[in-house]
Structures are given as structure tokens and as C-alpha cells.
């Protein structure tokens, strides 16, 4: 589990006192990574016209005037104002900027900046570095804007991170989804049950109901031996999902005459050697429809026959 | 029916004059199923059973191994083919050999108290 998204699902222990997002990053963020870094600014000996020019030019309200680099001032909006009603507009302006302006810390979280925006009631605030140089500028503006971002960014990464997991529980799902295939030839009777053992490997491996997994095997035995005994050749599939196996028995003819028969206990048409392997019985088929869940039997002379058979799975209950 | 109480299968094997083929390990005995047709023996047998029965094919393995049978019993003095008793070895299934007819078999096993 990454942090992020830990965070985001306020998981276990932090799901009783849940903080958003937004908040933990007011606390997280910095005035540095809010503010208007390398600010437009102004000298001492500039004239208010001057500043009147950059602001119109850059939509600025504030602009802060600076010498070598140390912040000596402010010059707002306000200030232009009164110096074209009052005349003095072009006069320098370190006689009418507001002198040690307060100002902000880079390193100061965004939390402590929005509580001195609330305290002073400025629109901006000069930001300064560790050695009181001016580095930026920021407003309110800028805090919203930087938020925005930041929560933008976290959602995408959680999108990005649900994609992954979904990725990731489509390929668990397609490896527990287990294919055992096999052609089966005519009077083979030495490979009966490959199919059968295959899936009873992965039935145990999965710690399925031993009796489940026996009916799955019966079915799957027996639909071998049929198309071993009784067909020309054929093709058994058994497919092993998380809650079921699928058995599709298909054999290339040459059918079966009746079904409702062939359904039947002690009915059989196997020859003399099949029968005196043991194979014969009748019961095959009724062996089959016994242990399915599902159980499908389609047949026409002279193309085959499709057996389809299902088993819901359980898993083994646990024995104290 | 296999309701009674586990048989260690080594104290039948004088009575049986069965020859083991494989191991015959400490294998526990819930009754006994005979047929020598193995669709029914997958209908019909119980796990944990002796099973009874004249068949040698490998199939036997198969079915045993499928209905958790733990032992087999091949009566009228058949053995199957050392590649089957070898298969059966894997699959950790005693295969057991006897002189005695089934139905001989079956009457020793009822006379020791196997139901």
C-alpha cells in the first residue's frame, strides 16, 4: 500500500478522527511553494509613475521596492491612488512607500500564512528568505491556486494508483482462471483421466471440499472414458474459475442415438474390450448429471455429441 | 457402509493372504466396497474403502486416486503390470494381491468385523 493512497482512504485507526486532504496540506505546503517567486520590483529612486506603469502593465495591486536585493518597502495600489489625487506621482518612491512592510517567511506553512492574511487584512505579503531577502510575493490568490494544484495532483496519483490495482486484480483473476485441455483418441484407454488428475491437483491446491472436488473429478473421468469408449475422438475442456469448473466434453461423432437411454442406469453400448476393463457399466452418464450443477447434453448422429457440465465450489471448512 | 471404527489394513493382510505390491504404510480402513466395474465403484464407493475387485488396469489407479480409496485388492491371483503398481506407488495407493476368489476375500473381511 503506498502513503498516498493510505491517506486518501483514511484506512484503520485514522478513520475515527479523518482529516481531508486539504488540510493536511495547508500544513504540508510552504509559503515558498505558493508564492510569485523572483516578484516584478522596484527601486527607492523609481518614481510612482513608474510603479503606476508596472501595474498596469502586470495587473499588479502591490509591488515591492527593494535595494541589493533587502526589501525596504511596499508600494500599493492605494499609494497610486493618492499620489495622482494628491499630485505627487512623480516623486520617487521611497518617500511615499509603507516602510518595513510585514512580511512573510519562505519556510512558514501555508496554514500560518492564511492566519496572518486573516490577521492583517493586506491582499499580499512580501515573502523573505532566512537571510531577509526578498524572494516573493504572495496573496490569497496564490494559496488557493497552489491548493487546487496540489489536490489535483493527489487525485490523479489516486486515480493512477485505482488503475493499477484494478490491473492488478484482472491479472489474479485470469491467473486463477486455470484451462486444462486435451484431445482424447478413440480406445485409448491407457490416457483415461489426464484431465481429471490435472483439475484435482488445482481443486486441492485451491483447498476446495474434498467432495467437491471428487464429483468434478468423476465427471470429467467419466466424460474421458466416454469419448474413449464410444466415439471417434474428441476434446475435453475443463475450465477452473474462482467459483466454478466448467467440463465440456466434445467429440466428433458419431452421436448418440437416445439420450433419454443413455441417461439411464445399466445401459451400455460399450464392446467387449472396454468391458472387461471395467468400463460398461451404464453409468456413466447417470454418474455425470449425479455429480453436476449444471448438466447439458446435446447429440446428433453422425456429428457428435456436447456434453457441458458444471460444479459450484466450495472451499474445504476448516476442522478445529 | 463405513460407520465403524478405522482397521489398520496391515492386521488384515495374513488373514487376506494378500501380497502387497506397494507399501503397504499404516493405511486406515473405513469398510470395503467390491465391484469390478469402475463407474460404479465412482458412483458408489466411500472414501477410505478397501476396494475389491479382479480388475489390473491402470484405470484402477485413476478411480482409486478420484474417490480417495487408500487400498485395492486384487483378487484371483491377478497382479497388474509393474508400470500400474509403479503409478500406483506415486500416487501413494496400496495395491494388495490375493490367491483367494472375491467372494472367498469379501467373507474373511466380513468374518474380521468389516462393515
Known sequence: MNPTSSLLAGSGTTEKRRISVAQVLVYELRVRDAMTKEPVTAGPTDTMRTIQHLMKTHRFSGVPITQNGCLLGIVTIEDIINALDKGHINEPTERWMARDPVTLRDHYSLVRAVAEFDRYGFGRFPVVDGSDKLVGIITRGDITDCLVHHLERRAEEAVAHEAVLMAERAADEKARRVVVRTQIKSGDFDSAGKVSQRMRQVLRERGIDPDVRRRAAIIAYEAETNIIIHTIGGQITATILPDKVVIDAIDEGPGIENVDLALREGWSTAGPLARELGFGAGMGLPNIKRCSDVFEIKSEMGRGTHLHAEVMLEKARMVA | ?115
Open chain 2, 1 to 115: 457402509m463405513n460407520t465403524q471404527t478405522p482397521i489398520k489394513l496391515k492386521t488384515l493382510l495374513p488373514l487376506l493372504q494378500a501380497e502387497p505390491l506397494t507399501d503397504t504404510d499404516d493405511a486406515n480402513l473405513t469398510g470395503c466396497y467390491i465391484s469390478d466395474l469402475l463407474s460404479d465403484v465412482l458412483a458408489y464407493a466411500r472414501p477410505g474403502v478397501l476396494w475389491v475387485t479382479i480388475q489390473t488396469h491402470r484405470n484402477v489407479v485413476s478411480v482409486a486416486a478420484m474417490k480417495d480409496v487408500p487400498a485395492v485388492l486384487i483378487t484371483c491371483g491377478r497382479k497388474p503390470d509393474p508400470q500400474i503398481v509403479m503409478e500406483a506407488q506415486e500416487e501413494g495407493l496400496v495395491l494388495l494381491s490375493t490367491k483367494l476368489t472375491t467372494y472367498e476375500a469379501a467373507g474373511k473381511l466380513w468374518e474380521a468385523g468389516i462393515r
